[in-house]
């Protein structure tokens, strides 16, 4: 299987660490073993390692070995990443006037209304934190001078000294939020609707090499995509490019499967200036050999789910062709005794994440045995057809 992150600065070290140890625990609940193998470099853009699970049955124990590719991007998430300070503020301002002018949140408020909240919520955010800390200047220096008698000039200087620990703050809130991320992420899609995320699209080219090459290296029982968060636009554009430039590459694979995980598709699929984008879901969307699932939980306010991807591109599918992707909810309030799902809720970051974690009870949605378990992707979910109930947690 082939796994494409988020937008995240963390590479192949830090998910196979969060995954080794959220297998323990996913084993423990459901009475499936799961053993991790060492990390290596596969390549300069691949890090590898195994995963052989064991899952209980009837008889004996079903055994199965996965080869689990971690296709970089990190790299460039760090080259992206934002610098906490007052071009960071300046940036959010800027990308929201264009997203603003441009009719773009209008099109995206029309596909997820909510959304648009999470969009604006870092320059507001920011926009906050400067308020409060001129604020607390002019007060300290309202103060100064009711005790010294003191110009009224030292009302400036108090504004100028919270004005000064706005970059304090601000790596402060990067500490413990992910406000600044979101704006980041604002301005990263950006400029791929305005043709400017060269060091982005290169890497996009370059995984689809590496796709290819895992297609044409492997005789396994499936060839299983993975993307997760931001990861699923790369990786929808990585695959459908993988696919289109050497078909042959995966006409002997049994099976072809693509799951994306907690999707960001209809950030670029809304946008005019991302035809380019919107024919490649639709490519992956009616592509035959593909079995595609596109797992979303309502609550999650940081992604689409349940949302069509093929349909927010302003494209249709011919009669009688199935639809793909399939659209489903993780359940993870059935994953959950109610009081950990209460807490889950309220920390959007870990429910973001809770994608690729262990849950306390067992369920359809197990990220493990999606994996490293006995039923491909396309048998787990064979009988989900489409889960419009946007109201499903």
């Not at 124990?61 to 296709?71: A, C, H, S, Y």
């Not at 402060?172 to 991320?181: F, G, N």
């Not at 490519?283 to 349909?311: E, I, N, Q």
């Not at 639809?323 to 109610?338: A, C, G, N, Q």
């Amino acid at each position: 299987m082939l796994f494409i992150s988020g937008f995240d600065p963390r590479g192949p070290r830090h998910y196979h660490a969060l995954l080794q140890s959220e297998s323990a625990k996913a084993a423990a609940v459901t009475g499936s073993r799961y053993q991790f193998g060492a990390r290596r470099n596969h390549s300069p853009l691949v890090s590898t390692w195994t995963v052989s699970g064991e899952t209980a049955a009837h008889a004996e124990p079903i055994r199965t070995e996965t080869r689990f590719d971690f296709l970089r991007w990190d790299d460039v998430a760090r080259q992206l990443w934002p610098k906490a300070g007052w071009a960071c503020l300046a940036l959010n301002i800027k990308v929201v006037w264009w997203f603003a002018a441009t009719g773009y949140l209008r099109r995206v408020a029309e596909v997820r209304r909510w959304y648009v909240l999470t969009m604006l919520q870092p320059m507001l955010a920011m926009l906050s934190v400067l308020f409060g800390l001129v604020l607390a200047g002019l007060v300290l220096a309202a103060m100064v001078i009711a005790w010294t008698d003191a110009s009224w000039h030292w009302l400036w200087a108090g504004a100028a000294l919270g004005c000064a620990g706005l970059t304090s703050a601000l790596k402060q809130m990067e500490k413990y939020s992910s406000v600044l991320w979101r704006g980041q992420l604002n301005f990263v899609y950006q400029q791929q609707f305005l043709g400017k995320a060269d060091v982005l699209e290169q890497r996009i080219d370059q995984l689809a090499e590496s796709i290819i090459a895992a297609a044409a290296d492997t005789d396994e029982d499936e060839l299983l995509i993975i993307g997760h968060s931001v990861g699923t636009t790369v990786a929808i554009s990585s695959l459908a490019r993988a696919l289109r430039q050497q078909p042959q590459a995966f006409a002997h694979l049994p099976q072809l499967s693509f799951a994306t995980l907690g999707s960001m598709a209809p950030l670029l699929a809304v946008e005019p200036n991302c035809g380019w984008f919107q024919s490649e879901v639709e490519y992956l969307a009616l592509h035959p050999k593909l079995d595609w699932v596109d797992v979303g939980a309502p609550l999650d306010r940081v992604c689409f789910s349940l949302v069509d991807p093929l349909l927010a591109s302003g494209r249709q599918r011919p009669p009688g062709v199935a639809v793909k992707p399939v659209l489903t909810s993780p359940r993870f309030h059935t994953l959950f005794d109610e009081a950990d799902y209460a807490l889950l809720k309220q920390d959007l970051g870990r429910l973001h994440t809770q994608y690729l974690l262990a849950t306390p009870k067992p369920g359809r949605y197990d990220f493990f045995a999606i994996i490293a378990g006995p039923l491909s992707l396309q048998a787990r979910f064979q009988e989900k057809t489409q889960e419009t109930m946007q109201g499903t947690p």
